[in-house]
């Protein structure tokens, strides 16, 4: 059985997954792509087995090493490694939101299964597979003893739930840009009532957390009543007691998940093999099978019955500005800083 290794950035130890999906072999040899591929991610480990699996059916012969961490920590050390690159893939962390502040670092490559996207990337280094949605996570037990039902934005002004909500830093953290990225999508790009909406929520106490992983792992210990975070990570935890994943009704809106090939890399005809396989239908359909907490994006994919995020035709989705939101981000996160100083002091 194929073994993929799997290296935690912060941890001295190794796990392991073996890929037994049951699905017919489709090589016997490395066809070319050599015999080992590095990536760095900052997913989940059941989203890890799901997305390298269509990989390794194809090539069961190249040995995948996983480092695995925040993407924070991850591009720092890629760009400690940018003249001699470990890695070959950074998987995930990555959107077309980001621009064109990353692609000194990457490999000109798109997949050749873009156009079957949802959103196709247009960028020339990014392959998207996934989109990640702003979302509720909710302690249900905390909102009944509060008389609560958190539904929208403006619920999480109720004076009730001062200190009680967790986010995280929009500056460090693709999670929370994320999030700000829909309250500007719901209300307008800098507009009063998006501002009054930020505002109302620090004056309302909200609990800035270093980490995007915090927002739905301390709702569901309980420790806050709702974190403002992504559906991606908020499925984590279903099946916790009292726990409930949620999408704001006054509309919500996604980013795309994106990977790309790290430029001089050492396996670069395995590592545009992945970006091909992960990103085709079949391999789509495979990683579905496997896992059900992403929204994948190939288009010819119908989400499955285990399917654990809302159903896309069931959610109220707004249209996302990418382009401006892109291009006046420096800006905005200048303003949040401006006002988060101002009543943080």
């Known amino acids: 059985m194929k073994k993929l290794g799997i290296v935690l950035l912060l941890a001295v130890f190794t796990l392991s997954f073996v890929f037994a999906n049951g699905a017919k072999e489709e090589s016997t040899t490395n066809s070319g792509v050599g015999d080992a591929l590095v990536i760095y991610t900052s997913n989940t480990e059941a989203e890890i ?4 699996a269509p990989f390794m059916k194809l090539y069961p012969d190249c040995e995948i090493e996983i480092v695995n961490g925040s993407f924070g920590e991850l591009f720092a050390r890629l760009q400690a490694e940018k003249d001699d690159p470990v890695a070959d893939i950074m998987l995930g962390g990555l959107s077309s939101t980001d621009g064109r502040k990353y692609e000194s670092y990457f490999m000109p490559y798109t997949s050749s299964h873009n156009d079957e996207q949802i959103s196709p ?4 280094y990014y392959s998207v597979y996934g989109m990640s949605t702003a979302c509720f996570a909710v302690n249900t037990r905390l909102e009944k003893e509060l008389g609560l039902n958190i539904r929208t934005y403006e619920d999480l002004l109720n004076p009730a739930l001062k200190g009680k909500i967790i986010f995280s830093d929009p500056n460090s953290s693709s999670a929370a840009w994320n999030n700000l990225c829909n309250i500007f999508s719901v209300y307008g790009v800098d507009t009063p009532e998006a501002w009054s909406i930020i505002e109302g929520l620090m004056r309302n106490g909200m609990v800035v957390g270093s980490s995007s992983s915090k927002c739905f792992k301390d709702v569901a210990n309980g420790e806050y009543v709702v974190g403002i975070t992504y559906d991606n990570g908020a499925v984590t ?10 999408y704001p009704e006054n509309g919500t809106s996604g980013k795309d998940s994106c990977f790309a090939i790290i430029a001089n890399c050492k396996h670069p005809e395995a590592a ?9 239908q079949e391999g789509t359909e495979l990683m579905y099978s496997m896992y059900g907490g992403v929204r994948f994006t ?16 069931d959610i109220k989705w707004v249209d ?3 382009e401006e939101l892109t291009e006046r981000k420096d800006e905005l996160l200048a303003k949040w800083n401006d006002l988060y100083s101002k009543i943080y002091k």
Request: hydrophobic share 40%; aromatic share 6%; charged share 25%.
């Open 49 to 52: 087995a799901a997305m390298t």
């Open 121 to 124: 990337m247009t960028n020339g």
């Open 237 to 246: 935890m279903l099946g916790a007691p009292d726990y409930e994943m949620r």
């Open 272 to 280: 545009k093999a992945f970006v091909e396989a992960m990103t085709s």
């Open 298 to 313: 190939n288009a010819k994919v119908t989400e499955p019955d285990t399917f654990q995020l809302g159903k896309t035709k």
């Open 320 to 322: 996302r500005p990418v």
